[in-house]
């Protein structure tokens, strides 16, 4: 079964640390289920974001706003620290002070998969930490957490755990692992994107002629086979929509710029973009119809899989390969 008990969070100013992917689907829907489980708990809410304005203007799509204060996160390096100083964006911090609950979430949050993650999440904290000393607040971490083998991460990891009230795992071989490892307050939930939507109200029997495609940046591990698995389909004359999950700023992490390998396999064939920003039912209405999704986005797959669409996945970091143990457990 799902785990359906709400956040043992009520009555709170939580602090939401993690918009960390500009435009990424799966972040956003994180955060929205998120922000729906602490709402019905009677919570008000402050959100650390990249660009607080955007995110705000998406948000409005799932939730009231009236109980949410989104502010601009702390930036890390040189350069965007005199920025954020300059803008005069330091003067939120005092909102960041006020909060007694603190939820950090984003993906495989500490993981060496992601160079640096465990600095990146410490110098986040840094204000929660500084209040922790003065008051009650209580740091929470959510999602995917690998036990470091470097030193250096090692002795971040350490010092991290020390100041850290509860981890909310979404695979249970992370919260077997946190516990071997020693910290005994870490428990399985299940990935918030689950409850940013009514996934069942869209559930279909039958679907059409067309399959639903994605790519990220470590699309050469897999692109040969994922052409294969295409052909299957465009050799019956299907339909191809091509989902860009993420379309950050930067070129590696938009998925627009990993169309093109799937273009010249397929240059006769015509692709349709599919996308989600404008209208996010419409997106999964045409989702719920396909009838394949072939994803190298975990939220991706998670999404077809909550919807009941036949979908592969191509496991590109541990983070696909645990949540498709949870899949099968629960959804199958």
């Known amino acids: 079964m799902i785990h359906t008990t709400p956040l043992p969070i009520s009555h709170s100013k939580v602090l939401i640390i993690g918009n960390r992917s500009y435009k990424n ?6 955060l929205i289920g998120t922000i729906k489980l602490l709402l019905e708990q009677h919570n008000s809410l402050v959100i650390q974001a990249y660009d607080p304005k955007r995110l705000g203007n998406f948000l ?9 204060t989104l502010v601009t996160e702390i930036p890390k390096g040189a350069r965007s620290i005199l920025r954020y100083i300059w803008a005069g964006k330091i003067r939120e911090r005092a909102t960041l002070w006020n909060c007694d609950q603190v939820i950090v979430w984003w993906g495989e949050i500490l993981t060496e998969e ?6 990146y999440w410490l110098v986040s904290l ?3 930490l500084m209040r922790k000393l003065f008051a009650k607040t209580q740091i929470h971490l959510m999602w995917g957490i690998q036990i470091p083998k470097k030193n250096q991460n090692k002795r ?3 010092f991290l755990l020390k100041k850290i009230d509860t981890i909310w795992a979404r695979d249970e071989e992370t919260v077997n692992n946190l516990k071997i490892y020693g910290f005994k307050n870490a428990s399985f939930f299940m990935d918030t994107a689950f409850y940013a939507y009514d996934w069942t109200s869209s559930i279909q029997k039958t679907h059409e002629k067309y399959i639903v495609v994605n790519l990220n940046k470590n699309w050469a591990h897999f692109v040969e086979e994922l052409i294969d698995d295409i052909w299957a389909y465009a050799d019956k004359w299907y339909q191809i929509y091509y989902v860009p999950v993420s379309k950050w700023h930067q070129a590696d992490y938009n998925d627009l710029n990993y169309l093109k390998p799937i273009l010249r396999a397929f240059p006769d064939v015509q ?4 996308d989600r920003e404008d209208n996010f039912s419409e997106f999964i209405q045409v989702l719920t119809w396909s009838s394949m999704v072939f994803s190298s986005r975990l939220h991706l797959f998670l999404i077809a899989s909550f919807l009941h669409v036949p979908t592969k996945v191509y496991p590109y970091q541990q983070k ?3 949540m498709q143990s949870v899949i099968k457990k629960h959804f199958s």
């Open 114 to 119: 992601n160079p640096n993650s465990y600095w």
């Open 126 to 128: 840094i204000p929660s």
């Open 25 to 30: 689907l799966g972040d956003e829907l994180i």
């Open 156 to 158: 971040l990891f350490d």
């Open 320 to 322: 696909i390969t645990k």
């Open 271 to 274: 692709i349709k973009i599919l």
């Open 60 to 68: 409005k799509q799932f939730v009231a706003m009236d109980q949410i």
